[in-house]
């Protein structure tokens, strides 16, 4: 089956820098990409998503890289503001509608 | 968007007791909804696909007697934890999608159901 491996486990930034989270994932067969946020107490709201047929995908401070051949994929957040701590899980999946495989998560801790 | 109730949000019970969380797609038919179970700082758990009108798929090691669930309508799964007992506290959460141009093809999550058993 497929393993999503997340790194670093925490990390902690200055408000305004940058902060990336990376994964690795073993099934090639796997097509979909997202990345969610989980807030305390809350479940995981979808922030960003990319598929096998695009290398990079952004969306205002947010960006997604691909590298099918390695099979990792990566957050960026830039510019980073107190409200992005929180927990950020990469998963991996066949399909955007299937079964989705899920990293540890990533505590991101934006110091003001 | 796509909106996931979850209710309750959260619930204390007795142990011995049943337990039932509702999983509800507010706009959208759910054709299939997916339970996890998380514990604290740890990632999601995936205990079962459901599917409307057919048995859920459980995943290895997850009791199925113990963790019953039901989807009977398209926008409606319930998970009963049957017997609960303190090592089943957990956060519950759902996660649904629906048809690919239901406007919901990715998955959307509930807020969560935390269950503490006494």
């Known amino acids: 089956g497929e393993n999503v491996e997340q790194h670093p486990s925490t990390l902690s930034v200055q408000e305004g820098d940058s902060a990336v989270i990376k994964c690795t994932y073993s099934?090639?067969?796997?097509?979909?990409f997202p990345w969610y946020k989980q807030e305390l107490g809350k479940g995981p709201q979808l922030i960003i998503d990319i598929r096998s047929n695009v290398g990079e995908k952004k969306d205002q401070r947010i960006a997604v890289t691909l590298n099918k051949t390695a099979k990792h994929f990566s957050l960026h957040i830039t510019e980073t503001q107190p409200e992005d701590s929180a927990v950020y899980f990469c998963?991996?999946?066949?399909?955007?509608?299937?079964?989705?495989?899920f990293g540890d998560g990533t505590t991101l801790t934006v110091k003001p | 968007g796509a909106v996931v109730s979850q209710h309750p949000s959260w619930v204390i019970c007795k142990s011995g007791t049943s337990v039932k969380i509702e999983c509800r797609s507010l706009?959208?038919?759910?054709?299939?909804m997916f339970w996890y179970r998380q514990f604290p700082k740890q990632s999601l758990m995936l205990m079962a696909t459901s599917n409307e009108g057919s048995k859920a798929t459980y995943e290895q090691g997850v009791e199925k007697d113990k963790f019953l669930i039901n989807h009977a309508s398209l926008t409606l799964s319930t998970l009963t934890v049957t017997s609960a007992h303190p090592e089943d506290s957990s956060f519950y959460i759902c996660?649904?999608?629906?048809?690919?141009?239901?406007?919901?093809?990715?998955?959307?999550f509930g807020a969560g159901s935390r269950l503490t058993v006494l």
């Open positions: 099934d090639s067969a796997s097509n979909y």
């Open positions: 996660s649904a999608t629906g048809t690919p141009n239901s406007g919901a093809n990715v998955l959307t």
């Open positions: 998963a991996a999946s066949r399909t955007n509608a299937g079964k989705s495989t």
């Open positions: 706009d959208f038919q759910a054709t299939t």
